[in-house]
């Protein structure tokens, strides 16, 4: 590439009185550094790969720091601890001894400066699923950073540019199913705040310490030490043979999502714990509450509902959406979710069944005195429950109406035995980059050519769906059907593009998306 051709700044966009906050901030952010606009045009990318150490990608983090801005400091540890489960111990790994780990909070703008101490028995990392950061502290590791020895620390370092619902997570093998999440909540400055109480539930299915770990689960699968399918492994009740002709023995299938996952867990938690030891949350009849649900599960989509109320979607990923009412919720692995519910008078069970598994999370809210009700499961789950990609975006956040500059298509696919999941046909990491210049348009074909839903999570980036413009970083693709996404390619870097379900991403179902300049 020749030494004229560069990544060059044009103008921030103009505010008008309609411009919503959250623009008016992310333009502002970037001013400094200016959007980036890319060298070539339609046709193949060219140019060479921009890393995370590029300083392009500094100089764009440069431009989002400005005087005066706040910095949010803390730390976490990863280490092996006993969490209690209802009554029953459970040896695993956390952050400061908690399950979920320590929320961590600031407002949109803020710098994030998180010290991380890896006292586990092997390698770590941190990934801030859903933020759209610079590159280099992505979490990342063998794409973004040098892994997290035992015994060392890494300092993450970044501002959040958008306000939304988050979560971190060890992007590290299987560390995630072992219990190394926790949420980020990146509040909005004018966020009018008008509820009497906010509430996060995280979601997460759980076998850790109850019999077998994730490393036994991914040996049963047939998945190698490094990822990817071990030939002729693999031991699944009967369940072989290419997805998309997949029909076993029948368990673990939902009438929405098709085959529900590959793996059957013991228990499920909200907020860290069980059904028999369930979370109680109090409040009055009539108080306005904003929920925030997070799914942090490895290979389980959850169906929410509150007994007896009806949610209002207000949120997905981060994003204002159109409000919808809904009975439930049916959420993938590493969505999101706010919802606004008026509470009524009484206890009534917050519920989430494992979608097309055996097995629920439970807690209890509480607004009155009295038992708690004998019907624990909700009707509500019983009604037709409402996906993301049944949303619509609110318009503030709509991306800018233009032609893409650049299409790829992605096809999803793979095989239980072996245990392999492809993206094109190829296995990470042999899997082909979806290369890319900086200042694109770029739509992305996702084909699901398997029986399984897929949870697909591009990050360092929000797309919008191309058919409703609704904005995501995680969208749950079902069985034989096509999803096509856009955004525009403003945050320079290499960045993962996979499957969260984390046995899939495990074996293979993973990419990059590769900026070039």
């Known amino acids: 590439m020749s030494d004229e051709c560069q990544w060059r700044a044009v103008q921030p966009r103009s505010v008008s009185s309609s411009f919503s906050r959250r623009a008016f901030l992310f333009g502002s952010l970037l001013a400094g550094a200016g959007a980036l606009a890319a060298c070539t045009g339609p046709g193949t990318a060219t140019g060479n790969r921009v890393m995370g150490s590029s300083d392009l990608v500094r100089r764009l983090e440069e431009g989002r720091r400005f005087p005066g801005q706040k910095v949010?400091?803390?730390?976490?540890?990863?280490?092996?601890?006993?969490?209690?489960?209802?009554?029953?111990?459970?040896?695993?790994?956390?952050?400061?001894?908690?399950?979920?780990?320590p929320l961590i909070r600031a407002r949109a703008g803020e710098r994030l400066q998180i010290v991380v101490d890896n006292r586990l028995p092997e390698d770590s990392s941190v990934h801030w699923h859903g933020i759209a950061m610079r590159n280099d502290m992505d979490g990342v590791p063998g794409l973004t950073q040098e892994p997290i020895a035992p015994g060392s620390r890494f300092t993450y370092d970044f501002t959040a540019p958008d306000p939304g619902t988050y979560f971190y997570h060890s992007h590290s093998g299987l560390q995630l199913d072992r219990g190394l999440y926790g949420v980020?909540?990146?509040?909005?400055?004018?966020?009018?705040?008008?509820?009497?109480?906010?509430?996060?539930?995280?979601?997460?299915?759980?076998?850790?310490?109850?019999?077998?770990?994730?490393?036994?689960v991914s040996r049963d699968l047939g998945i190698g030490a490094g990822g990817g399918a071990v030939s002729g492994s693999g031991n699944l009740g009967g369940r072989h043979g290419m997805m998309n002709m997949y029909g076993g023995d029948g368990s673990m299938m939902s009438p929405i999502l098709g085959?529900?996952?590959?793996?059957?867990?013991?228990?499920?938690?909200i907020n860290g714990r069980p059904s028999e030891d369930m979370q109680v949350w109090n409040a009055s009849p009539?108080?306005?509450?904003?929920?925030?649900?997070?799914?942090?599960?490895?290979?389980?989509?959850?169906?929410?509902?509150?007994?007896?109320?009806?949610?209002?979607?207000?949120?997905?990923d981060g994003f204002p959406v159109m409000p919808v009412e809904t009975d439930s919720l049916l959420i993938g692995m590493g969505e999101r979710f706010d919802v606004m519910v008026t509470l009524g008078d009484g206890a009534f069970p917050m519920y989430a069944d494992a979608e097309g598994k055996a097995g629920h999370a439970r807690a209890l809210v509480r607004t009155a005195m009295g038992d708690v009700p004998n019907q624990s499961r909700p009707d509500e789950l019983d009604r037709s429950p409402l996906l993301g990609t049944d949303l619509s975006p609110a318009e503030e956040?709509?991306?800018?109406?233009?032609?893409?500059?650049?299409?790829?298509?992605?096809?999803?696919?793979?095989?239980?035995?072996?245990?392999?999941?492809?993206?094109n046909g190829r296995a990470h990491p042999d899997s082909a980059p979806l290369e890319v210049n900086g200042g694109e348009r770029v739509r992305i074909r996702l084909r699901n050519m398997s029986d399984m839903f897929h949870p697909m999570h591009l990050h360092g980036h929000t797309f919008a769906l191309a058919d409703s413009g609704l904005r995501k970083d995680t969208v749950t693709i079902?069985?034989?059907?096509?999803?096509?996404?856009?955004?525009?390619?403003?945050?320079?870097?290499?960045?993962?593009?996979?499957?969260?379900?984390a046995y899939h991403q495990e074996a293979g179902m993973m990419t990059t998306l590769s900026y070039l300049a």
């Open 397 to 423: 956040v709509r991306l800018p109406g233009k032609g893409h500059d650049r299409y790829l298509s992605v096809d999803l696919g793979g095989s239980m035995s072996p245990y392999r999941w492809t993206l």
């Open 184 to 216: 980020v909540l990146i509040d909005d400055p004018e966020d009018p705040g008008d509820y009497d109480n906010e509430w996060v539930v995280v979601l997460d299915d759980w076998l850790d310490g109850m019999g077998r770990t994730p490393d036994d």
């Open 478 to 501: 079902r069985p034989m059907r096509s999803i096509e996404i856009e955004f525009d390619t403003d945050n320079p870097g290499q960045w993962a593009m996979h499957c969260h379900n």
């Open 72 to 101: 949010v400091a803390t730390r976490l540890t990863a280490r092996p601890v006993d969490v209690d489960l209802g009554g029953r111990l459970a040896t695993t790994w956390a952050y400061d001894d908690q399950l979920p780990g």
């Open 259 to 269: 085959s529900a996952g590959d793996v059957s867990y013991p228990t499920y938690l």
């Open 286 to 316: 009539g108080d306005r509450v904003r929920i925030r649900f997070v799914n942090a599960g490895a290979d389980t989509a959850f169906r929410v509902a509150l007994g007896g109320h009806r949610m209002t979607v207000t949120h997905t």
